[in-house]
């Protein structure tokens, strides 16, 4: 099988490291400079320190990255669909392997959805769970969950896809796995909040054990199946991204805690997700307050302070 890695941000640049361990990969990059400059220096500033194994080859052109069976889609949530449209003729009868989290603003779907409505004649899987690139980059050990709707077509890409220090576990129940690396982001943000604010690690605790629940009770709506949720692309995500810095959504919420601002340039997946989730639970009488109060955070329509207020005020109720 040959691999090619759309995207070269962190993320997408630690993946080709750790499968150019088993086969050459191609790693895409839409910026022509910044392609030419990896591929001469064997270096991405995104990950200082950690050199490009010479199996990798960067490149601009997206015809040559697409000659590979397989396709790993390591661009941001919100970019997903424009970047599949753009490219459609190039993709039809590919694996396209989603390595984003989140959920689309407009429509309210996940990545294997948009796969599946923009290039139909594509297979569609999705990589997810608790991962920073940083580690994955530097041979570290990790585990996430593959899911892919066809079973056959699962174990294949787990094997395929599987590396010296990145171990795969499967699912075909694709809506819990994007549902569980979506929500998480939102929570992320929530917690950051927390810890930024100096409310700390009880209120943190309370907030992820809370927001587990909301993710289950979304999720489980929306056709997942609660065991996911339990797994690496759940659980597993959601207390790694709500308790390290190496998080892009926790630091956010951070920085909003401490009335800091944040680099516009990071992308913060939770931000959009919170709004989508806050729309859909209003449109669909679906309690979620934790995400609902992050959506207004996020937005800057709640203040700390007033978004502690509306979670404390709450009604009581049995856990």
Avoid at 81 to 99: E, I, M, Q, Y
Wanted: glycine share 10%; with cysteine.
């Amino acid at each position: 099988m040959s691999v090619s890695v759309l995207g070269s941000g962190a993320f997408g640049t630690a993946l080709a490291i750790s499968l150019a361990g088993k086969r050459p990969v191609t790693l895409w990059s839409r910026d022509a400079d910044q392609a030419l400059k990896m591929q001469d220096t064997r270096q991405n500033t995104r990950l200082p320190g950690v050199a490009l194994p010479s199996d990798i080859i960067v490149t601009s052109d997206i015809d040559t990255a697409t000659q590979a069976e397989t396709l790993l889609l390591a661009v941001p949530m919100q970019q997903l669909r424009s970047a599949l449209s753009r490219h459609a003729f190039l993709l039809t009868g590919k694996t396209l392997v989603a390595c984003c989290k989140g959920i689309e603003l407009s429509t309210g779907l996940g990545p294997v959805s948009v796969i599946d409505q923009t290039v139909p004649e594509a297979r569609a899987a999705l990589l997810t769970g608790p991962s920073f690139a940083d580690d994955i980059a530097r041979g570290l050990p990790t585990a996430l969950t593959l899911a892919c709707a066809d079973a056959a077509m699962s174990q294949s890409l787990q094997a395929e896809l599987t590396t010296a220090n990145l171990r795969l576990y499967r699912t075909t129940d694709t809506i819990g796995a994007e549902l569980g690396g979506a929500l998480k982001n939102v929570m992320a943000i929530g917690c950051g909040a927390s810890i930024g604010a100096g409310l700390g690690d009880s209120a943190r605790a309370a907030l992820i054990t809370r927001g587990f629940a909301e993710m289950q009770r979304f999720a489980t709506l929306r056709g997942a199946r609660p065991e996911t949720l339990m797994g690496l692309s759940g659980l597993g995500d959601l207390v790694l991204t709500c308790s390290s810095e190496l998080s892009r959504n926790y630091r956010f919420g951070l920085s909003l805690g401490k009335h800091e601002t944040f680099d516009a340039n990071t992308t913060v997946e939770g931000v959009a997700t919170a709004q989508a989730m806050a729309d859909i639970a209003t449109a669909e009488g679906l309690e979620m307050p934790i995400s609902t109060t992050v959506a207004e955070l996020s937005s800057g329509a709640y203040s700390v302070t007033e978004a502690l207020q509306s979670l404390l005020n709450r009604p009581l109720k049995e856990e």
